[in-house]
């Protein structure tokens, strides 16, 4: 049956690879679900990798980001580029799954075959996006997808995994907000490439601007980049060809200077950190119920015996026991959903 699982699964990333938009759908299922066929999916699909532009759609709640992203992606088709769009929504505590699914703001694109739209759940991630989604932007990219568009929930301040995993930041913000400068300072700030001041319209969208441009002055976030703030009425259309002309001015720039290559290779570098911090998670979660010498260790942390730093200094000087007990969940079949 394994065999017939693993043929199943390379069929799918076959006929993803030739335009299967039903086997790409699929994949991604699989990918959420964080199957073992996972690393098999993404080994086959790394060559296919690295072509397509991503960028990356955040602020605060309210701000008109999918709106916003409407409007990029039919800019965006008219010049002749296929477009993939992640679009997270909060998690429903009833199913687990996407609630006020974007494809229901982006109706214009529905049924657009240039167009892929898929929603996802955030799953209790606390960085705006969720677990998934790295796997799920090299699919697109592997599918053939020039541009890539991964609008996060909108959870405000803790928003900042979304830089990690593009190539533009575009951070949008509204007047009206309350928060939105407290939100810059709390990290919003540092991620941004690009600014946009959405329902422009609205009184104090010209003192949002005045204060985002000093904010910008004091605290320059490089020498090659002068962060852009911008004006939008997205729902009218204003201002988005604007906004597209700076990512694509940005993008140049990446390029050119060779600090896209840079930018990439510190993100896949910062996705190995993270897969290995996953995998050892798992794994100890798992020892945790089945070693005796950690189950003693633990009672005595939730006891208040001993600290949880001196329990972890411990665990991790004994490489040796490390290595029996990673060597047991193996033998045992048990790694972390990830043996081959």
Same mark, same amino acid.
């Given at each position: ?23 790409l ?31 990356? &759609? ?10 916003l992203?409407?409007?990029?992606i ?15 929504d ?24 240039? &167009? ?32 890539i ?21 575009? &951070? ?27 329902k ?10 005045? %204060? ?10 490089n ?5 852009p ?11 988005i060809? #604007? ?9 140049s720039?990446? #390029? ?24 050892v ?9 089945k070693? %005796? ?11 208040? %015996? ?17 290595r ?17």
């Open positions: 049956m394994a065999g017939n699982k693993d043929t199943d699964v390379m069929e799918l990333v076959e006929n993803m690879l030739c335009g299967a938009e039903q086997s759908s699929r994949l991604i299922t699989l990918i959420e679900m964080d199957t073992p066929d996972v690393p098999q999916i993404m080994k086959m699909i790394l060559p296919r990798t690295g072509r397509a532009y991503c960028i990356g &759609v955040t602020g605060p709640p309210g701000s008109g980001k999918s709106t992203v409407d409007r990029l039919a800019i965006a088709r008219c010049k002749g580029l296929s477009v993939g769009i992640i679009a997270v909060p998690t429903s505590p009833f199913s687990g799954g996407a609630v006020l699914g974007d494809r229901i703001r982006m109706q214009q694109h529905y049924l657009d075959e240039g &167009v892929f739209i898929r929603s996802m759940a955030t799953r209790g991630s606390l960085g705006g996006l969720p677990k998934a989604a790295r796997a799920v932007i090299k699919l697109l990219d592997a599918f053939g997808k020039d541009l568009i991964v609008e996060t929930v909108g959870v405000g301040q803790t928003e900042l995994d979304i830089m990690k995993m593009v190539d533009t930041t575009v &951070v949008v913000l509204f007047p009206g907000g309350g928060d939105a400068i407290q939100t810059m300072k709390a990290g919003l700030m540092e991620i941004a490439n690009i600014f946009v001041v959405n422009a319209d609205r009184p104090g969208a010209d003192q949002l601007v005045v %204060e985002l441009e000093a904010m910008l002055s004091l605290n320059p976030k020498s090659y980049w002068q962060v703030v911008l004006c939008t009425q997205a729902i009218n259309n204003i201002g060809e #604007e906004l597209y002309r700076e990512i694509e001015r940005h993008r720039i990446l #390029e050119s200077t060779g600090r896209l290559f840079d930018q990439r290779q510190k993100q896949r570098r910062e996705e190995l950190i993270h897969a290995i911090e996953q995998g998670s798992e794994r100890l979660s798992k020892l945790m119920e070693d %005796e010498n950690l189950i003693a260790l633990s009672e005595k942390v939730e006891k208040g %015996e001993l600290d949880p730093y001196s329990a972890a200094k411990d665990i991790l000087s004994n490489r040796a026991m490390l029996g007990w990673f060597a047991k969940l193996e033998s045992e079949g048990d790694g972390g959903g990830r043996k081959k």
